[in-house]
C-alpha cells in the first residue's frame, strides 16, 4: 500500500461504453483509473474501496451515482427486481461507505449519494425505483448520524428530470421533453452538469458542516408538485 496520499480518481460502471465516454468526457488525468463492476455484487464495493486506498494512498470522497430504473407496476414487479432496484440504488451505497470506514475514519471524507425527488413522490410504473430512492435518503441521514462523530459527512443529491442514458426514451423527443419541461418552474431539464456541481459542493471542505442532508436539484419542480394538489382539490 502506498504511504503518501496522490492525487486519484477511480470511476466505475457496469457498462465498460459509458465508462470509457465518462473518462473520456473527464479527461486525461494523472492517477485516473477506470474498473467494469457490478455494484449490485456484495463482494464489489470493498473490492474498489481497497483498490482506490491501495493505488492512491487513501480516500477522501465517495460519489454513490450508479442508479437502475426498471420500469413496470407493482402487480407485476418481480422479486427479482425488486431486490436488484434496491441493491444498485441503496444498498451499494451502504457497502460502499461501510468499506471505506476503516480509512476515512479520523481522517475526514464525505460520501454523496445520487437519490431522486421520486423518493418523496415516487412516480408509478417504473416499479421499486422510488421507495429505493426513499430508502437511500433515510440510510445517508443514518450514515451520517453512525460516522459523523468519526469525521465522514454523508448526504444526497436528489435531481428531478435530467437529460442522460436513464431519461432518453422520456425526454429525448420534443413532445415528452416539451410536456416534461412545462411543469419545471425554469422551463427546462436538468442536465448533468446541474446535479454534478450540487454534488461537488458536497464533496468539498466548503460544506464541511453540512451532513445528512439531501439538496433537491430540480429546477423547482417540487414546489409545484402541492400547488398541483392545490388546483386539484378546488
Ligand atoms: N436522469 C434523471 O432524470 C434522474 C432523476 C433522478 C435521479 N437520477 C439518478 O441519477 C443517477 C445517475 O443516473 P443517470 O440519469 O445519469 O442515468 P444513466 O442510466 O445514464 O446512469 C446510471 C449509470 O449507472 C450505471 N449502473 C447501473 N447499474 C449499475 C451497477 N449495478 N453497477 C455499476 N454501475 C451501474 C449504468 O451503467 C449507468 O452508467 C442514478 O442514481 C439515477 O437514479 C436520475
New binding site residues.
Partial sequence: MRQEKAPGLLL????QG??EE?ARLVGEQAGMLTV??????VE?PKRLVELAVDRFGGLDVIV??????IPGSLRDLTVLDYE?TF???TR?TWLLGQAALPHMEGKGGAIV??????AVMPPPMIGA?GPS?AALTGLIRLMAQEWGPLGIRSNSV???????????N??GHPEGRQRREAAIPVRR??V?ED?ANAIVFLSRPESGFINGIDITVDGGMMTTLLQASVSQAK
Avoid at 449519494?113 to 421520486?118: K, L, N, Q, W
Wanted: proline fraction near 6%; avoid cysteine.
Fill in positions: 466505475v460502471d457496469m457498462n459509458g465508462l465518462t467494469t463492476a457490478d455494484l449490485a455484487d464489489q454513490s451515482n450508479a442508479g437502475v430504473l436488484r441493491a444498485v440504488n451499494a449519494a445520487t437519490a431522486s425527488i421520486g425505483y430512492k436528489s435531481p428531478g428530470p435530467t437529460l442522460t442514458g436513464m431519461t432518453q422520456q425526454y431539464l436538468g448533468p446535479i
